[in-house]
C-alpha cells in the first residue's frame, strides 16, 4: 500500500513538472517574422490520394500566396486516387507553376514523398497536405527560418480548422496541445513529433533522410530525426500564426481512431531515449489513473481523484499559453469533460498501435 501511495505522488509529481516545463518551453521559443522575399527557388510539395473534394480549397489559397520575387513550383504527386481528383491538378490552367507526378512503384505517403523529391527543383521544399487551407503569408514566414545557414528544418503550426460542437473542441485542443509539445520539445532540443502538413526543409537534408520505409507511418517524425541527426541545432519551430496551416480534423470517433492508431505506431522508433520515456511514463500515468478507479476501493478512488485534478490543472495551466496562438478556446469546461475521453484513448491506443491494422485513405495497413 504504501509502494502504491508513493507511486502515486512520484506520477503526480512528474506530470505535473512536464507539463509546467513544457508551458516554459512554449514561452520560450522565438517568435519568427516574415522574411524578404529574396529571388530563391522553392518547391512546394502536396502528395495527395483521393482529395478530389479538398484540392480546389488548397490551390485557391496557394493562387492568393504573396511570393515576391520567390520562384515557386507545386509538385503534386497522385498517390493512386481513385476519385480523379487528379485531374484537377492535370487541367489546371491558372498562374501556378505545377508539375503534376504520379507515383507509379509503391503506395503510401512515403512513396510518394521520395517519388515527389525526385521532381523538386528548389533549393528548399516546403511540404503540406491536399486537405489543407494555407494562409497568406505562408511562403515567406516559412521561409524566414532560413536566414540562418544552420537551419535544416522548419517545423510549422497546425490547427484543426473551425470546430463547432464539444466532440470538435476536444479533439481540436488535444491536436493543437501535440503541437505545442511538439514545439516545446524543439526548444529543449530533443525533437519529438512535428506535422507533416507545415513542412520546410533544405534540399540538401533529403540525400541522406532516413524515413524508415518498413514503417508505414511517420514520415515527418523520421524527417524531423535526420534532421536532428546531421545537426542537432538545425531544427526550429516556426511560431508565427501567418504560418498556421488549417486542416480538416476527424469527422467521426472512426476517423479519429484510425488516425491516433497511425500517430502511435511509430512510437517505438523515437531514436531520442529521454522522448520513449516521457511517451511511456505519459501511458503509465494514464493507466494508473484507470487501475485506481477500477479498483472500487476509497485509497484508489482517492488516488485517482489526485491524478485527475493534478492532470486538469496541469493542462490548463499548459494549454493557457498556447490557445490564443491557435485562436481556439480552452475551457477549463473542455479540459475537465473531455478527461474520461482522454484518459482512456491515452492509455488504450498506444499498446493497441502496436498489433492493430488501421485504415488509412481507404486503404488498410499494419505499423
Known sequence: ???????????????????????????????????????????????????KENLPRLVASIEEQEIGSLDVEIVFVNDHSTDAGELLIANYTGILTTRLVALENGE????????????????????TDADCVLPQNWLTVMLASFTNDQVLLACGPV????????????????FAGLIAIGAAHIQWGKPMICNAANLAYRKSLIADAALK???????DVFLLQSAHHKNPEGIVFVKNKWAIVQTEGPSSFSAFWNQRLRWASKNGEYDIVANTGILLGVWIYNILILVSVLSVTSVGATAAAFLLILKVLAEDHFYSKFTDFFSIKRGFTNILLGQPFHIIYMAVVPPLS???KYKWKERKVSK
Request: proline share 3%.
Open 354 to 356: 502496436q498489433v492493430l
Open 108 to 127: 503510401g505517403k512515403k512513396a510518394a514523398i521520395k517519388k515527389g523529391w525526385e521532381h523538386c527543383q528548389g533549393d528548399f521544399i516546403i511540404q
Open 213 to 219: 520505409e518498413g514503417v508505414t507511418s511517420g514520415d
Open 1 to 51: 500500500m504504501i509502494g502504491y501511495i508513493l507511486l502515486v505522488l512520484a506520477a503526480g509529481a512528474a506530470y505535473l513538472g512536464l507539463l509546467r516545463y513544457y508551458a516554459t518551453l512554449w514561452d520560450a521559443t522565438p517568435e519568427i517574422g516574415v522574411a524578404s522575399s529574396n529571388k530563391q527557388k522553392v518547391s512546394v510539395l502536396i502528395p495527395f490520394r483521393n482529395e
Open 159 to 174: 490547427r484543426f480548422n473551425n470546430p463547432t460542437n464539444f466532440w470538435q473542441r476536444i479533439v481540436a485542443l488535444d
